[in-house]
């Protein structure tokens, strides 16, 4: 079995600020790893995603997370928060021999402030 | 290239009511998942499809939740009798053969149980 655990449910950083989200997983042989945003009223967009190779993964809007074998983590990092940037975050795992289905955190909601 | 359709966006509905969901996945995906959101927490598999085939539904509530994929494109998913717990966003996502590992979502449709 697999399983995500987000750590906070909530952050709130300043304009500018750095942004971590923190995500660890567990998953009896190596998994894929995504991060998805989810916008008010929207579903789930691709931000990042590692299955192999560099362990440092750039995604898009400037997102990028390292999948840490060691430390069973994967978190997503920003260096300079925006505005647009206030959304919920999820981290998720799946197996290509489970199917890919994707087991989600539960969750990490942005704020940004001016 | 159009994304994951689903309708309707938002449906309220009383208890003991039945319901129906529609996507329509990415042209040539042959992979349809269906996830249920509960507000606050990451979204759950309910099903996944291979073509019109289930792979699996191990988490579907079967005694009021079907779902069907008859020509391996679009898909509906149907709760009869509706309970409070059920409300939720629904969200479908697909995936193609040539990268199983990516998945992409749809708007989702929010269903409110009153």
């Known amino acids: 079995a697999q399983s995500v655990t987000q750590l906070g449910s909530h952050v709130s950083v300043s304009e500018g600020a750095l942004v971590l989200l923190r995500c660890n997983y567990s998953?009896?042989?190596?998994?894929?790893l995504f991060w998805y945003v989810q916008y008010p009223n929207q579903g789930l967009q691709l931000l990042l995603k590692?299955?192999?190779?560099?362990?440092l993964v750039k995604g898009i809007n400037g997102f990028e997370a390292e999948f840490k074998k060691s430390e069973t983590s994967f978190h997503l990092t920003k260096p300079s928060a925006h505005m647009s940037d206030a959304a919920e975050y999820f981290c998720?795992?799946?197996?290509?021999?489970?199917?890919?289905?994707?087991?989600f955190g539960g969750g990490t909601r942005v704020l940004v402030k001016p | 290239e159009a994304g994951v359709a689903q309708s309707p966006r938002y449906k309220i509905i009383e208890k003991r009511q039945s319901v129906a969901f529609w996507c329509n996945p990415i042209?040539?995906?042959?992979?349809l998942y269906w996830y249920q959101q509960i507000l606050g927490q990451g979204p759950k598999l309910l099903i996944q499809?291979?073509?019109?085939?289930?792979?699996?539904d191990s988490q579907l509530p079967k005694d009021r939740f079907s779902a069907e994929r008859l020509k391996g494109v679009d898909s509906t998913l149907k709760i009869q009798p509706a309970k409070l717990e059920d409300s939720a966003v629904y969200l479908c996502?697909?995936?193609?053969?040539?990268?199983?590992?990516?998945?992409?979502f749809g708007p989702g449709t929010r269903l409110t149980v009153l």
């Open positions: 499809f291979q073509n019109n085939g289930v792979v699996d």
């Open positions: 996502a697909s995936s193609s053969r040539t990268r199983t590992d990516t998945q992409y």
């Open positions: 590692y299955t192999t190779g560099a362990t």
């Open positions: 998953s009896s042989v190596p998994p894929y």
């Open positions: 042209s040539g995906h042959a992979t």
């Open positions: 998720a795992v799946s197996r290509e021999a489970a199917g890919n289905k994707l087991t």
